[in-house]
């Protein structure tokens, strides 16, 4: 065939979607289609199996433009191009020494952007010897004086260095303890950058209480933007954070919709405090949880830009201040003790999606969070997973490579719409501090965490390495060896001997500017006394709500598989559990193999090395073989024959041993099988968690 007798695509007919649903339908051979391919999510949205660009002809923003409003396709016209998201890595090293050496490696080696996390006294902005001891150098920088800060950021360019610092209720006496840090170093306090900011609604859901007067911190917030309007343009100073949301079991519609609410509840309070909203608009920054969901949580990002642009433009503010910027860490929901490593996969494609959702600045969790101090490899790992997002995988190359997408476009209508919803509903009864405390927040979040809960109890949610697929041969990551108690001991004694050898310096006795507290803080001042300054005496202050709890999607099989481990250390072996799988291997494998998976997950060691073609014999090695808890494995067909008579000899001999039927019985041979003595039925459908704790109970392994 020539050249000029090639077909081409005009030639072939366009199907319809009416064309290939029948021939979907026709290969599902009469099994639902809405059920089997139109999937659910927590979020209350239908995700269709296919998308057509029937489903965004009516959506505005799809025809939107990178970098320019409602700014759903990224806040920067040229995207990572000209501005590449930082690499912004949280640092817990709780010594200021350990804490600079450890931040100049990094910042070496890819590390762009300062993310430093505090110990609790110094994020309560408490001097360490008038804390619970407990609390300090533990999982974050202890500063308490400007030599702590000097020798933690020694050597450390902050002039093109931003930082992140969630500085909690102390963020205006952290402001002004860097800014002391750069005058004594003679860097213009105008190349801040970055965020050093407070986040109140979030202590309150997380906390239930304020520890200061939440008119006082909003005082102080109305005080960290203005003078950074004034002094550090590039520097957030307020923080709304979707945190809370999220690790408490929430959804992606719920996180947004509240750390939205949360954003408009201190737009208010700026007002008041006579801030303009072109300035607090443009120096509050968003904190986000990145989920699994990978699609889910693009569209979250970029349904969170559309609303915050719509929500400013309501307010009256310009286009700039419209544009939201974003920090992320991926998730802590998800992550497990058991299988570590595989928290780097879910590490990798939640930053995946995080970067193409358009995050501004990323932190990549290490695969050992939930277990330990993050070590070298640990650190290096997370950090190199956003490296080989940007060199390797180009991610940076594409501006909003998600655009476009009939499906992401559609999820981020969908997604944006509930949010928009919900966060009309916190509105309404009358901001986010009031529906806290009339507890609807709480009670929505509870409710999705019950549903996910619900379902990774049946496994219908699974997660690898912990209630599907266990590896029970892999130990647990050992922790290293810290003497916190000790540590913190010696970090008490020496804030009190500091305090105790210096000359006591007279605060005023009205609030400090930021400018009074640097000056202070160069003269040896603490950051205890600044803080009680500025916002009050530290203490359970109103309102108090109900507080939202962070958990892991692990921690029940996680404690199944810890009271398993603790039998062993008892008895010198794991409870153990016999398979007696009977006829061919044809009739028993995939029983079988189902019965390993699911026994393993809650740490138990099943014995299934042999098949049996007779009764007798099936019965005595289960027997023998010390195991008080047997499961029967063969094809629906030989159960009638083999089963009734297993329990019935297994119950005679042993009325310690619990018989258990791999398989969905039909009522028929269910209410017959009962009778012979068996206790239980396993399958698909079954309730995994319920079933190996009441076991583990019944047999002694837990209480």
Wanted: aromatic share 8%; proline share 4%; net charge negative.
């Amino acid at each position: 065939m020539s050249q000029m007798e090639m077909p081409t695509f005009e030639e072939f007919a366009i199907p319809t979607y009416e064309q290939w649903r029948q021939a979907a339908e026709k290969a599902l051979k009469g099994a639902s289609f809405d059920q089997l391919l139109v999937k659910p999510t927590y979020e209350g949205i239908q995700t269709q199996p296919i998308y057509r660009q029937e489903d965004i002809k009516n959506l505005m923003f799809a025809h939107s433009l990178p970098g320019m409003a409602p700014f759903v396709r990224g806040t920067n016209a040229l995207g990572y191009l000209t501005h590449p998201w930082e690499v912004a890595q949280e640092m817990r090293v709780a010594d200021p020494k350990d804490f600079n050496t450890q931040a100049r490696y990094d910042l070496e080696r890819g590390q762009t952007m300062l993310n430093i996390v505090l110990d609790r006294p110094t994020w309560l902005g408490q001097n360490p010897d008038l804390a619970d001891v407990q609390d300090v150098m533990v999982v974050g920088l202890s500063l308490f004086t400007l030599d702590d800060l000097d020798i933690a950021l020694e050597g450390i360019d902050l002039e093109n260095t931003p930082l992140y610092i969630n500085a909690g209720p102390s963020a205006l006496s952290m402001i002004a303890l860097v800014v002391a840090h750069m005058q004594k170093r003679n860097i213009q306090q105008s190349r801040l950058r970055g965020c050093i900011g407070a986040d109140p609604i979030a202590i309150l859901a997380e906390e239930g209480h304020s520890p200061y007067p939440l008119e006082k911190l909003y005082d102080s917030m109305a005080q960290t933007v203005q003078w950074a309007q004034e002094y550090a343009p590039g520097l957030q100073t307020v923080i709304v954070s979707g945190h809370p949301y999220h690790h408490g079991g929430g959804n992606a519609v719920q996180e947004l919709a509240f750390a939205l609410a949360t954003g408009v509840e201190y737009l208010r309070e700026l007002q008041e405090r006579d801030i303009d909203i072109n300035i607090a608009a443009r120096h509050i920054r968003f904190e986000f949880s990145i989920g699994s969901h990978l699609f889910m949580e693009m569209a979250k990002l970029r349904a969170a830009r559309m609303l915050w642009s719509n929500i400013i433009q309501a307010f009256g503010g310009n286009e700039d201040a419209q544009k939201m910027i974003i920090h992320a860490r991926t998730s802590k929901w998800n992550k497990t003790i058991h299988d570590p490593y595989v928290n780097m996969l879910r590490g990798t494609a939640e930053a995946f999606s995080g970067i193409i959702g358009g995050v501004d600045s990323l932190h990549v969790a290490p695969f050992d969070e939930t277990i330990r101090e993050a070590d070298d490899f640990s650190r290096r790992i997370s950090r190199n997973i956003q490296h080989i997002l940007s060199s390797e995988a180009h991610l940076g190359r594409v501006i909003d490579p998600a655009g476009g997408s009939w499906y992401v476009e559609a999820l981020t209508d969908a997604v944006a719409q509930k949010a928009w919803e919900l966060f009309q509903s916190v509105e309404e009864e009358g901001g986010m501090r009031k529906s806290l405390e009339k507890g609807g927040p709480q009670q929505k979040v509870q409710e999705v965490l019950h549903q996910r809960q619900a379902n990774l109890a049946s496994r219908k949610d699974k997660i690898v390495g912990t209630n599907m697929y266990a590896h029970l041969e892999e130990p647990i990551l050992a922790k290293q060896a810290i003497d916190y108690l000790t540590r913190s001991k010696e970090r008490v004694q020496s804030a009190h001997e500091y305090r105790q050898g210096r000359q006591a310096l007279a605060l005023p006795h009205r609030p400090l500017s930021i400018g009074e507290a640097v000056d202070l803080f160069l003269k040896g001042v603490t950051i205890g006394e600044i803080s009680q300054n500025l916002v009050g005496e530290l203490g359970r202050h109103q309102p108090q709500v109900q507080p939202i709890r962070a958990v892991r999607a692990a921690e029940p099989f996680e404690a199944l598989r810890a009271a398993s481990a603790q039998f062993k250390q008892k008895t010198g072996a794991l409870p153990q559990v016999f398979l007696a799988n009977m006829g061919s291997v044809a009739q028993h494998k995939a029983r079988t193999d189902f019965s390993i998976g699911f026994f393993e997950v809650g740490g138990f060691q099943v014995l299934a090395n042999k098949r049996f073609d007779q009764v007798d014999e099936a019965v005595q090695s289960a027997l023998d073989s010390g195991a008080t808890v047997t499961v029967i494995c063969s094809s629906d067909e030989l159960y009638p024959q083999v089963v009734p008579m297993i329990a019935k000899q297994l119950k005679e001999k042993s009325s310690a041993m619990t018989v258990i039927v791999a398989g969905k019985p039909t009522a028929e041979w269910a209410e017959t099988f009962i009778q012979a003595g068996v206790d239980e039925f396993i399958h698909t459908g079954s309730n995994c968690y319920d079933l190996l704790f009441e076991l583990q109970q019944k047999k002694g392994i837990s209480r």
